[in-house]
């Protein structure tokens, strides 16, 4: 019976914890990696200071630049010009990094898109609870209540806080900001675990701010939607400036949100893959929006903040 129950439980511990595995940068900095689903990310945030190739990222000549007069700049820094706080929270770029065709990630990695991101909300449960199961747990580096943390899988989300294009530092031991490779309407979409909830957040915020990088492992699973996911997938819920839309539907999809009362405010058609709604316009509230191809109709419910 002791074998057996010994057995068991080792098949758990196997399942839920993370193989030794490591990967290298081009500067020689050395992280540890952890599988998720189908997906293999970084256990810790980027602390390249040249892109894959070979070229330096500039940073500035003092970390309390102002930058809002530059065109698409790139550069790195110290989290409030504390380079020792590096080898807990990683550096800190400029969206014009993350998206550099030179690749800041290892050879074989890449900076994450939205969607993949998403892939990474749905296997944990949903964005409601995710965050807590990616954050680190405890309260060595996140500040008190650090909602919902568990750690699950070894991500090691760490609050980085971020970096103002006037050079100013804010956020450390409270917000995690991670970059996506995706532009939105105002700037680019982040990944945000904060201290206070369990649940993930995507903003829209200027591509000149400084934010972490988490790298992915470049693999075809990586990129693909999951079976367990629905034919259709809404996100972020709530919303405040955007809807995205994944679909896989492979005929002509139509689109319309409506209010409770029936009342139309949007239509339009979707394409196969991510498509992007501009919903600035609504107003606060309840909406649901309704998406229908030639043999069939969902309806998704979400709320406009």
């Not at 790195?76 to 990094?97: E, H, K, P, Q, R």
């Not at 994450?112 to 199961?133: N, R, T």
């Not at 995706?182 to 993930?200: E, P, Q």
């Not at 498509?275 to 419910?301: F, P, S």
Request: with cysteine; hydrophobic share 35%.
């Amino acid at each position: 019976m002791f074998k057996f129950l010994f057995s068991i439980l080792s098949i758990f511990f196997i399942q839920k914890t993370v193989q030794a595995q490591t990967v290298s940068d081009i500067d020689g900095n050395v992280y540890p990696t952890v599988e998720i689903g189908k997906q293999v990310w970084m256990a810790a945030n980027l602390k390249a200071t040249h892109f894959s190739n070979g070229d330096t990222i500039l940073t500035t000549s003092s970390c309390y630049d102002t930058i809002t007069d530059e065109f698409e700049p790139k550069y790195w820094w110290a989290y409030n010009c504390n380079d020792s706080l590096a080898n807990i929270y990683g550096y800190l770029y400029t969206w014009y990094v993350a998206d550099d065709a030179r690749n800041v990630c290892p050879e074989g990695w890449h900076v994450p898109s939205y969607p993949e991101y998403m892939i990474l909300d749905e296997f944990l449960g949903g964005q409601e609870i995710s965050g807590g199961k990616l954050k680190q747990s405890g309260l060595d580096c996140w500040k008190s209540p650090n909602t919902g943390a568990t750690n699950e899988y070894g991500y090691n989300g760490v609050p980085n806080g971020h970096r103002s294009l006037n050079g100013y530092y804010d956020g450390l031991t409270k917000v995690s900001d991670v970059w996506t490779t995706n532009s939105g309407i105002k700037g680019a979409h982040d990944f945000d675990l904060n201290y206070d909830v369990a649940s993930t957040i995507s903003n829209d915020d200027p591509k000149e701010f400084g934010f972490a990088i988490r790298c992915l492992r470049d693999e075809p699973s990586s990129i693909e939607v999951p079976n367990n996911l629905s034919v259709v997938t809404v996100y972020p819920i709530p919303t405040t400036d955007e809807l995205w839309i994944n679909t896989k539907y492979n005929s002509k999809t139509t689109f319309e949100i409506i209010a409770l009362d029936g009342k139309s405010y949007m239509k339009g058609t979707l394409n196969i893959g991510v498509n992007q709604l501009d919903v600035r316009t609504l107003n606060a509230g309840i909406y649901i929006i309704r998406i229908i191809d030639e043999h069939d109709q969902i309806e998704i419910k979400f709320s406009k903040l």
